[in-house]
């Protein structure tokens, strides 16, 4: 399966983005997608899952009640609404899919086999 982000860009504190993910190929309704990030400077990081029914999805407690994970399994697209962005928002955000039906969201990189190419987040202060 082969990913596609996009929608980041530049904004600034306290405004929102949408990031969307794509994927090609078939049974996206068996994947768990997941969005991990990586800031300047840091390590990846998860920033949230959901699994391939949409009724499990996890957030990091960096983001927790400012972002909102979705998903449409009709348009193969995964979606990160973000909201009150901070500057240590600012991250390549990456979306990543897991052949999997568990209701458990994973939150290791480890654990999600396909990876699409990222997409630049910047939030000034």
């Known amino acids: 399966v082969q990913l596609q982000a996009s929608g980041g860009g530049l904004v600034q504190a306290g405004d929102s983005l949408r990031l969307s993910c794509t994927t090609s190929g078939r049974s996206f309704n068996f994947y768990m997608m997941g969005w991990f990030r990586q800031g300047p400077g840091k390590e990846h990081e998860f920033v949230g899952g959901?699994?391939?029914?949409?009724?499990?999805?996890a957030y990091a407690d960096a983001v927790k009640g400012r972002f909102t994970i979705s998903r449409d399994n009709g348009k193969n697209t995964v979606y990160l609404q973000m909201n009150n962005l901070k500057s240590e928002d600012t991250a390549v955000y990456y979306c990543?899919?897991?052949?999997?039906?568990?209701?458990?969201?994973?939150?290791?990189?480890?654990?999600?086999?396909?990876w699409g190419q990222g997409t630049q987040v910047t939030v000034s202060s």
């Open positions: 990543a899919a897991r052949s999997s039906t568990s209701q458990e969201v994973y939150r290791a990189r480890r654990h999600y086999n396909h």
């Open positions: 959901i699994s391939n029914s949409g009724r499990s999805i």
